[in-house]
């Protein structure tokens, strides 16, 4: 904007300006600020909760602030109350905002938060020569940032934040998708919405050096909750609580490459059925990534006949069976700027492009969007937007929202599955699934994808994946790998196979001796290695287990969208008082009850697993283990280590084959004593929104350990959706001891 402040110059007005000014809510501006030549510049302090305080400085206009640039991130321009506006800085300031104490005082401008105890939550200094904005670190891990760079602590890092496959050693930690969100878990978190910019974490303390110093605003949430999950449910508040997704993209998605033609893509599909290898979703790439995919080109909407002769026919037979359709797409440019519900205002030729062929380098979302519907007519499910690294953060929070409210018009109360391969913090509420970009077939790629997802869910974005088994195959790539790779992307949100030389990114395909179109010039494995009859059994053990873990997952997903609580969860999440606990990233919570231990070592017979206090049992033997120690697992090529919290009561249903398939047996409520404990199990349609308007069960469970006794209740402000109610089985982790009982909304308590 002409004649804006730069960052220095206003920072300059608020600290050197003559007098001090500072306004109550309720008290009107002052009608003559203090000036610096024509410049002047203003400290607004805003409580967002007891526990965030926004800080904004931004140049002034005819006596008024300047209103900051929005790029949408935020749910929402402004908070109340404003409990300080601060235009001169004479003499230190103090100021309460929520439970906060805010002091302000200048030489550098320096802005401390504490608590009531005297405690200091962060200190803010800002550096008006360098432009630069420093923070305290504080002490133990720190975690965030977004997905990719430098794993598991962030500590002792510089940090670019550039975003794209081009970030950060992409064939090892993936691609680079920075958000602004640092978590201290000595107790704080950060959001520095204004300005972007690359932090410094190799110091005492923190610094965020500005990508354009010429940018005029700082614009900084603060959050000071003592509890580490208040600080996620502070950041939801900020920037979104996630959405919704359909529950069939919790399901295994299975991605194909370059197709021989429809003969081969009816019969991929239905091997899975035959086999029975439960399967929910068959996703296609387009030509141009592959010699011979669901479109004709590049960015183009229109089918292949080579694969898709009788699209509509195709994917009604694929619906009969019982899978969804998703669809690989590409948008090239550098901006996208609006909304759905704008008029389109530039021409475009069928295919999306312009006249020469080619993106343009902006374009409308209004404009591009439209190209979707002949796709969403034949009954396409859902979308996998491709490419984008070259797009700002505004453009890239933009294409998220597009295919959230697009998909909205043409299916106005069906959830959206989009899959996208860049993010932007606030993606989460628009229901946007992230899978972690090109990387490469290695035993070191697995091994650092733990600590990615773990803070990639920290950051906001917690429908998160790879593609299993790697996308670039190497000379590491085996059915071993690919068999500890599935176990892992099992206890992922996302759960999908992706990658070149395609056909051994399928559970059976290790065991047929062909890898399908060659694509990887330089990978020849053995004949012995592609004949290896091992590996799809564990596939199937691993597929088996994530459908009877449904209830469980979609109950966990449900507190996501409720909490802002990831589904992948950091061990500091639940054990912040347990040091060892809070600096472990090599293995997570998958929900609150369960503790996942990847492997991630070729030709590992054992795994050491850090048990936080209290007392675990082992998924698989049921063996007890008491806490706040390390153990050595033994495992065989078909264990990943899992364990279950004491007074988890763990929801399991009957092995499916797809999400939706009803099946005969009873919801399987198994009881891990040894502690007291509450647990919930949620329920809706897995397709509407109707969830909204009450339209859902949750069953609540309260396990009382000293009575050996479970409580059942229906769940305030839900109701019964199976009018037969739901046939339980309630049985007592390693013993003989089951109670059959039905649940019918009236509440229950079944003795053990």
Not at 66 to 90: N, Y
Not at 469 to 475: H, L, N, Q, V, W
Not at 498 to 519: A, F, M, Q, S
Not at 616 to 622: A, C, F, M, N, Q
Request: proline share 7%; aromatic share 10%; with cysteine.
């Amino acid at each position: 904007m002409k004649g804006r402040l730069s960052r220095r110059d206003a920072i300059k007005a608020v600290l050197t300006a003559g007098a001090v000014t500072m306004i109550e809510p309720a008290v009107a501006a002052v009608p003559h600020p203090q000036l610096l030549g024509a410049a002047h510049a203003e400290l607004k302090i805003t409580t967002v909760s007891a526990d965030t305080v926004r800080l904004t400085i931004a140049g002034l206009g005819s006596g008024k602030a300047e209103p900051l640039d929005s790029d949408g991130a935020l749910v929402k321009a402004d908070w109340e109350p404003t409990v300080a506006r601060i235009r001169s800085l004479p003499v230190p300031q103090t100021v309460r905002s929520g439970d906060l104490t805010v002091t302000v005082s200048a030489q550098p401008l320096t802005i401390r938060m504490g608590r009531n105890d005297g405690t200091v939550v962060q200190e803010l200094v800002v550096d008006e020569n360098a432009g630069e904005l420093s923070f305290n670190l504080g002490s133990g891990p720190l975690l965030g940032l977004g997905q990719g760079g430098p794993q598991f602590d962030r500590r002792g890092q510089t940090d670019s934040m550039v975003s794209g496959q081009g970030g950060y050693r992409l064939g090892t930690h993936g691609a680079r998708v920075p958000i602004q969100f640092l978590i201290g878990t000595s107790g704080w978190g950060i959001f520095i919405n204004a300005p972007l910019g690359a932090f410094d974490l190799s110091g005492e303390k923190g610094r965020l050096r500005p990508f354009r110093k010429e940018d005029a605003s700082i614009d900084v949430f603060v959050m000071g909750a003592k509890q580490p999950a208040q600080i996620l449910a502070e950041y939801a508040k900020i920037t979104g609580f996630p959405e919704m997704p359909p529950l069939w993209s919790l399901g295994y998605q299975q991605s194909h490459r370059t197709l021989d033609g429809p003969g081969e893509i009816l019969a991929e599909a239905q091997m899975f059925r035959d086999k029975r290898l439960p399967c929910d979703a068959l996703i296609y790439l387009g030509t141009g990534f592959c010699p011979n995919g669901w479109n004709t080109d590049n960015g183009e909407f229109s089918w292949n006949a080579r694969t898709f002769p009788e699209p509509a026919k195709a994917i009604e037979q694929f619906h009969r069976e019982h899978f969804r359709v998703i669809l690989h797409v590409v948008l090239e440019g550098r901006r996208l700027a609006g909304s759905v519900k704008d008029a389109c205002t530039a021409s475009a030729l069928p295919s999306g492009r312009t006249v020469d062929g080619q993106w343009p380098p902006d374009r409308q979302v209004s404009c591009y969007w439209p190209f979707h519907k002949p796709l969403a007519d034949v009954g396409v499910d859902g979308w996998w937007p491709d490419q984008g690294d070259d797009l700002d953060a505004q453009s890239r929070l933009a294409r998220i929202r597009m295919y959230y409210e697009g998909e909205q018009i043409y299916r106005p109360n069906k959830r959206v599955y989009a899959l996208h391969r860049n993010g932007y913090a606030g993606m989460q509420r628009y229901a946007a699934f992230l899978w972690s970009g090109d990387v490469r077939s290695r035993w070191e790629t697995l091994k650092t994808h733990v600590p990615v997802g773990i803070n990639a869910g920290l950051s906001g974005m917690p429908f998160w994946g790879t593609d299993i088994g790697g996308f670039i195959p190497t000379e590491e790539y085996t059915g071993e790998l690919y068999a500890r790779w599935f176990q892992f992307a099992a206890f992922c949100p996302l759960f999908r196979s992706h990658g070149r030389d395609w056909k051994l990114h399928r559970p059976w395909g290790w065991n047929t001796g062909e890898i399908g179109y060659p694509e990887t010039p330089e990978y020849h494995p053995s004949p012995e290695e592609l004949r290896d009859p091992t590996i799809e059994p564990i596939c199937r053990k691993y597929l088996e287990l994530r459908y009877e873990l449904m209830p469980y997952i979609y109950s966990a997903m449900k507190e996501t969208c409720e909490t802002g609580l990831p589904m992948m969860r950091a061990l500091w999440l639940n054990y912040a008082e347990d040091r060892e606990a809070v600096g472990r990233g090599d293995e997570y919570l998958f929900g609150r009850d369960l503790l996942v231990a990847p492997v991630v070592e070729k030709g590992a017979t054992s795994r050491a697993v850090y048990l936080p206090h209290g007392t675990w049992y082992d998924w698989w033997t049921g063996e007890k283990h008491e806490g706040g120690r390390e153990i050595t697992r033994r495992v065989d090529l078909s264990t990943l280590p899992l364990y279950v919290r004491a007074g988890s009561v763990v929801p399991t249903g009957p092995v499916k084959q797809y999400t939706a398939e009803v099946v005969d047996g009873p919801l399987t409520l198994t009881v891990f004593d040894g502690a007291n404990g509450a647990s919930s199990v949620y329920e809706d349609d897995g397709e509407s929104f109707d969830f909204r308007k009450g339209e859902f069960m949750r069953m609540q469970m309260q396990w009382d350990d000293g009575a050996r006794r479970l409580g059942i209740r229906l769940g305030r402000g839900s109701r019964m959706l199976r009018s037969a109610g739901i046939a339980l089985e309630v049985r007592l982790v390693g013993s003989d001891r089951r109670k059959k009982v039905v649940f019918k909304g009236e509440p229950l308590s079944v003795a053990l």
